[in-house]
């Protein structure tokens, strides 16, 4: 199959069910273009493009599991051949242990880094080169980064928010080192706080900011990157305990993804109910 390269596309990572799905459904109804929806599992996301569908939302469907690089280059070799490019991307797909998982800390750092923060990477370094001019991309992260940015120690903070000197290598070297020093229990030693959510969604968000650094020097024009917080929404992942509804979730980060041409606000930020948030350190 072959489309027009006119032919507007977006991508939704992890969307069969909640804030990815509202995504989705919200793309649908206001983006001019194809919208896909994604999923590990090929049969929970042709059933959610079916639900979609009785809605009036004719959303499409594409295998992805973030953490295999065969389907994500699959998807890029898709879009390649398909539309010729990619103009929005919204990186939703993650994972979070539960409070009460008895998982050892070790192991929930491991398998969270590598799917939250390794694996939007790999879609991010497979797709970005796909972005065309005045292209959107929204990484969602979340409001844990930013109480786990707080914890750390300050002299961790003052890296992590120091944006003009962190290349993207050293950003995977920091989210490495805190899992090689989780599973041996010495994170701490490293600056880093109990929380591997909280530490993958750092990375997510320090990630963010280097991108749109880096894309500044771009010769497409007018791409533009933000990470968002949804808030705490009910869905499988806050164990139905946020007081959000997945459609008021996906608020931020469909506004986000349609903002309109030549938007220089915001641009490479943090952004929690359509309103930029602080990335800083704390005073010392």
């Known amino acids: 199959m072959s489309t027009s390269g006119n032919t507007r596309v977006a991508v939704v990572t992890g969307s069969n069910k909640g804030i990815g799905y509202a995504i989705v459904r919200g793309l649908c109804k206001q983006f001019q273009g194809d919208v896909y929806l994604t999923a590990r599992n090929k049969e929970l996301g042709l059933k959610a493009v079916e639900d979609l569908k009785k809605e009036g939302c004719n959303a499409k469907f594409h295998e992805l599991d973030i953490t295999k690089t065969d389907t994500i280059n699959k998807l890029k070799t898709f879009l390649q051949e398909t539309y010729g490019g990619l103009d929005v991307l919204v990186n939703n797909a993650g994972i979070a242990y539960k409070q009460a998982s008895t998982a050892p800390f070790s192991e929930q750092a491991e398998v969270t880094v590598q799917t939250n923060f390794n694996g939007t990477v790999a879609v991010c370094e497979a797709l970005f080169p796909l972005l ?99 808030g705490y929404v009910d869905t499988d992942m806050s164990s139905h305990k946020g007081p959000k509804t997945i459609d008021q979730g996906a608020d931020t980060p469909l506004y986000l993804a349609l903002l309109p041409p030549n938007t220089t606000s915001p641009k490479g930020n943090y952004v929690s109910d359509r309103k930029i948030g602080p990335w800083e350190a704390a005073k010392s």
């Open 132 to 230: 065309r001019p005045n292209a959107r991309v929204v990484n969602v992260s979340s409001m844990a980064s930013q109480y786990a940015l707080k914890k750390c120690t300050l002299d961790l903070q003052k890296r992590l928010v120091d944006i003009p000197r962190l290349s993207m290598e050293d950003l995977k070297t920091l989210m490495k080192d805190f899992v090689d020093a989780a599973k041996k229990g010495k994170h701490a030693d490293l600056g880093w706080p109990e929380s591997a959510y909280g530490a993958s969604k750092i990375g997510v968000t320090v990630m963010t900011l280097i991108q749109q650094r880096d894309l500044l020097k771009d010769t497409r024009k007018d791409i533009v990157v933000n990470a968002c917080c949804p």
